[in-house]
């Protein structure tokens, strides 16, 4: 049975850990040996003592992903650390942790500090004959410029033979959720290999993961095609979004519902995936991610003239889009918010999930104190924001309290809100930042005369 060690126990390595554990042979073994890695500090510690425990560290509507690690601790086939030799027992180590977008001296780059601190730390352990997967988003060039060298250092330094390490790059596209798990073992993956015995390694072992035969693996020729193959997938997405803000604009001066007409436009298979007006661009990955080839470019690749305007663009336009709810707001209370209750429900960057980095939400909240507004936050999800320091509402609050309440996140608790009996009069505006609230809540809205306005609906 290998040795599997993933390093980082975030929202991304903890999932894999547990997907990689489920895995059993036809006698229903378990065939892979999985530890986690994470740092020996509070947050890092706390996530090791869950996984333990058997309880995954962040909260989720998954009962499958839920089940599968209670079954891996069981088994005890897949436990968490935060001691580093446990990278001398691995034959394959996977990494999943965080490379952040900074500025310096007003100069956007990319954080890799943190990043080559941990690699170093497995090169420093890591046996000959091991495997190391890639799995977070990095800048095109960084397998091949960054990582590689760096095991070959420690491989010098420690007399190893450097023609028997492997690496690989294969980014995840783990979707926190009620598919939280499936999205591992049930979704295609991207992978390449610093060379072909690389590249074959990391083959073999994602083949024993995820279900294949459904959801075929994709090899790139090299590492920096398939480093640069998940910005672009970001990127194209972030861009999409971008789009269809100044359609959302017009739809709503020219009296139309963009929603209808995008559901229209997505029956023609080549536009099913056209994207929404919203509440704004929130997560780790599109909010960062189309920036990275342009940095990569000019401080890894060394090539200029690629300042990758529109995916640039597409950050500004999507960092704005909070402030177009806020503004509306604003616009409807005769131009100031000053002294109003204003109610935010939701506060993750994406519907059912508990994840607040990079949340639009933040954002808008933050600006609507500027406006010297009074503002509270329910998520059902959330107990404690950590980005504005707040503890969250345990219990939805009562609609009476508010001037204006704003539906930013599509949870299901808010789309299965019984609106009539929570709103008792129409002195509260409700609005709709994102497509929350269903036809049938709508139809109750104005049924009840209640005041109802609407990012994408004139």
Known sequence: MKNIVIQGLGFVGSAMAIATASKLNNNGDPVFNVIGVDLPSISGQERINCINAGEFPFKTNDNKLANELQKAIMRCNLTATSDSNAYSKADIVLVSINCDLVKENGKEIIALDNFTDSIRKIAENISEDALVIIESTVPPGTCEKIIYPIFQNAFNNRKLDFSKFYLAHSYERVMPGDKYFDSIINYWRVYSGINDESADRCESFLSKVINVE??????????????????????????????????????????????????AIRMRPTHSNIRQPGFGVGGYCLTKDPIFAKIAARDILKI???????????????????????????????????????????????????????????????????????????????????????????????????????????????????????????????????????????????????????????
């Not at 959330?382 to 320091?389: A, G, L, P, R």
């Open 214 to 263: 459904d959801y075929p693996l994709t090899r790139l020729s090299n590492t920096i095609a398939s480093e640069t193959g998940k910005l672009l997938e970001n990127s194209y997405r972030a861009v999409n979004i971008a789009f269809i803000e100044e359609w959302g604009r017009f739809s709503e001066d020219a009296g139309i519902d963009l929603y209808e007409v995008i559901n």
């Open 304 to 458: 200029n003239g690629h300042d990758f305007p529109y995916s640039s663009q597409a950050i500004e336009i999507n960092n704005k889009m909070p402030l177009v709810t806020l503004n509306k707001l604003k616009k409807y209370f005769n131009g100031s918010l000053k002294g109003k209750n204003i109610l935010l429900l939701g506060v993750t960057y994406r519907q059912d999930v508990g994840d607040t980095r990079f949340s639009p939400s933040e954002i808008f909240f933050k600006s609507t104190l500027l406006e010297e507004a009074k503002i509270r936050a329910y998520d059902p999800l959330v107990k404690n924001w950590d980005e504005v320091d707040i503890s969250m509402e345990s219990n939805l609050p009562n609609s009476t309290e508010f001037d204006a309440i704003v539906f930013a996140v599509p949870h299901k608790e808010f789309n299965q809100l019984d609106l009539t009996e929570w709103v008792s009069d129409n002195k509260v505006l409700l609005f709709d930042a994102n497509n929350v609230l269903t036809e049938k809540q709508v139809n109750d809205i104005k049924k009840n005369k209640l005041n109802y306005m609407s990012i994408g609906r004139g």
